[in-house]
T-cell receptor
């Protein structure tokens, strides 16, 4: 069974203080790793898909990387509007269901 | 391009009742997946529909059922509601194996 573990559970940063969010996964045949952002009471918003180890993708202050065991979401010089829960999910095997971690709640103070 | 929409936004039911949640997929998407998200948890996969056929199911009892229509919109039905069914229900649409895009969710409260 696929497993996704995200750490830390919560992260508080000062505006401009860069950091990284971790997503560790155990799957049989990774077909894709996804990062989503979720604001309170809303649906997840798609950020990135990574398919193979060594792959990197960037969007504004966010950069996602992938190894064979984990993925990192690097946040450079965060702003208060980056405050949200960040979810990591994997797809593996023959099905296309997303298996999610519990998420990391990021709070950025001005 | 219209995104994924869900209705209703909020719903309050009592134990034992039945509920139907609705989802309109993003234009051009032929696959719809449903997820349950309890407070403080990541979304849990309920099932997926591809071209009106169920295409995978998570660890949910048979009282959770669904439909997909020819226009690719979808319904989630839950019978004999239990208190633990209180959650945010999310619908996601995609084009076959591509990225899944989520709707805003339906918040279900069971009293």
């Amino acid at each position: 069974e696929d497993q996704v573990t995200q750490s830390p559970e919560a992260l508080r940063l000062q505006e401009g203080e860069s950091s990284s969010l971790n997503c560790s996964y155990t799957v049989s045949g990774l077909r894709g790793l996804f990062w989503y952002r979720q604001d309170p009471g809303k649906g997840p918003e798609f950020l990135f898909t990574l398919y193979s180890a060594g792959e990197e993708k960037e969007k504004e202050r966010l950069k996602a990387t992938l190894t064979k065991k984990e993925s990192f979401l690097h946040i450079t010089a965060p702003k208060p509007e980056d405050s949200a829960t960040y979810l990591c999910a994997v797809v593996s095997g023959a099905n296309s269901k997303l298996t999610f971690g519990k998420g990391i709640t990021l709070s950025v103070r001005p | 391009e219209t995104g994924v929409t869900q209705s209703p936004t909020h719903l309050i039911k009592t134990r034992g009742q039945q509920v139907t949640l609705r989802c309109s997929s993003q234009s051009g998407h032929n696959t719809v997946s449903w997820y349950q998200q309890a407070l403080g948890q990541g979304p849990q996969f309920i099932f997926q529909y591809y071209r009106e056929e169920e295409n995978g199911r998570g660890n949910f009892p048979p009282r959770f059922s669904g439909l997909q229509f020819p226009n690719y919109s979808s319904e989630l039905n839950v019978n004999a509601l239990e208190l633990d069914d209180s959650a945010l229900y999310l619908c996601a649409s995609s084009l076959t194996d591509n990225e899944q895009f989520f709707g805003p969710g339906t918040r279900l409260t069971v009293l």
